[in-house]
Each structure stands twice: as C-alpha cells, then as structure tokens.
C-alpha cells in the first residue's frame, strides 16, 4: 500500500525559510515524477513544484526563484525547500505524482507565514 508522508512545516515569519519532507513507502519515487502541491483556506489545490524523472524541474510562477523541488532517491524522499516565504505561501501542502495524482493524499503538513 502506497503511503506519503509529509513533514516539515511550521509557523515562520515573512522571508524565513523552510524545508519539507516527503517520504513515501510501498513505491519507489524514482520511477515517478512527483511535485508539491498546497492548498490555502478557501482555495483549491495548486501544483506549486514538480521533479521529472530526469531531475528536470519545474515551478510555478507564485514559487519561481524562492523554492527549490530535490529528491533523494536513496531516501524514498521528495523536498522542497522554501525560502524568503510569505503570507501569501500559508497553506496545506503535499506531495503526489503530477499530474494524474496516481497515489492518495497523505495528511499533508501545514505552513504558516505570519508577522
């Protein structure tokens, strides 16, 4: 059974930095793309990163430039470390394979960004 845990977050101020943890257990991530999505109150899940199976990135334009999608293959671990965070950044996120979203959603872990 395929299971995605994610860890990491926290309550931060503007231009802090954090990373999150992805482990997943029953799959090998390195067979798979995988990206971090989040998904703030009220909004609907965005997809804000995603790691082909070539290393190749890709982010969106909310993120570019601040976060940074990685994988540890030796780990089973996708990351994302974020920097010079945000209010606007304040969410739930997760980690899934992009985009058919083959794997059920883990507990996500929550991000807030506050003064």
């Known amino acids: 059974q395929v299971q995605l845990v994610e860890s990491g977050g926290g309550l931060v101020q503007p231009g802090e930095s954090l990373r999150l943890s992805c482990v997943a257990s029953?799959?090998?991530?390195?067979?798979?793309?995988m990206g971090w999505y989040r998904q703030a109150p009220g909004k609907q899940r965005e997809l804000v990163a995603r790691?082909?199976?070539?290393?190749?990135?890709n982010y969106a334009d909310s993120v570019k430039g601040r976060f940074t999608i990685s994988r540890d293959n030796a780990k089973n671990t996708v990351y994302l470390q974020m920097n010079s965070l945000k209010p606007e950044d304040t969410a739930v996120y997760y980690c899934n394979q992009p985009p058919q979203v083959l794997f059920k959603w883990g507990q996500g872990t929550q991000v807030t960004v506050s003064s």
């Open positions: 790691i082909f199976i070539s290393g190749s990135t």
């Open positions: 029953g799959i090998t991530l390195s067979a798979y793309a």
